[in-house]
């Protein structure tokens, strides 16, 4: 198992990922204000489940992948940390542009639609979306430490954290939806300043272990 410190770096960074303003919990929203609390509770529910199935897949995947190629594994290592600095200069120059409301917070377009269709309908969202598979990718291999154990294990428990991390956040945007989203478009000052501390995360991660990467590699 890691060690309790990497435990608490990764816990945190999920949870960082999960409450910066992202698709999920503008979904979350949309569905909250289109149907009520009961339909962003049931949305979250259904991305909670199709989190699960990344996980599964990256667990399985990856752990075949170490087993019989380390030097190989080594590599999604790499490109892993280059994929998280993208994804922290994305953070960064996400308000750059000069986007309308609709397209920061498109919630208004969301039609009302049976509960269970909402739960099926979010868990294919989820599944579908390329960027959480390669985020599951990108950071379980960094936390793994090969010497702490088995392998499947230590991404499975890293997994599990990101999914039920993520949860507790969509449930919140649920039962709080309205006055989040007139948050949001009140204080996107305080929406840009939680982006550059998300992209400085990623990007000091990414950075971090690319170089560690690289330097192992020379060695």
Not at 33 to 57: D, E, F, N
Not at 90 to 97: F, L
Not at 110 to 132: C, D, G, R, W
Not at 185 to 212: E, R, T, W
Request: proline content about 5%; aromatic content about 6%; some cysteine.
């Amino acid at each position: 198992m890691p060690s309790i410190e990497i435990l608490l770096a990764f816990t945190l960074t999920s949870l960082l990922m999960s409450l910066s303003p992202g698709p999920s919990n503008l979904y979350v929203m949309a569905r909250s204000i289109a149907q009520g609390v009961q339909g962003g509770l049931v949305a979250a529910a259904g991305l909670g489940v199709g989190s699960l199935i990344h996980v599964a897949a990256a667990v399985l995947g990856l752990s075949v992948l170490f087993s019989h190629s380390p030097t190989l594994y080594m590599m999604v290592k790499l490109i892993g940390a280059l994929y998280l600095i993208y994804l922290g200069v994305n953070y960064w120059r996400a308000h750059s542009g000069s986007g309308s409301d609709d397209e920061a917070l498109p919630v208004k377009k969301t039609k009302s639609m049976p509960l269970k269709k909402v739960f099926i309908q979010s868990i294919i969202v989820e599944v579908t979306n390329p960027k959480t598979a390669l985020f599951f990718i990108a950071l379980l291999p960094q936390f793994v430490v090969p010497e702490s154990g088995p392998i499947a294990l230590q991404l499975f428990v890293l997994g599990m954290i990101a999914a039920l991390t993520a949860l507790p956040c969509d449930i919140l945007v649920a039962v709080s939806s309205s006055k989040v989203a007139s948050w949001l478009l009140k204080h996107k000052n305080a929406q840009v300043i939680q982006d550059k501390v998300s992209g400085s995360i990623l990007l000091g991660m990414g950075s971090f272990i690319a170089v560690g990467e690289v330097a192992g590699i020379e060695d």
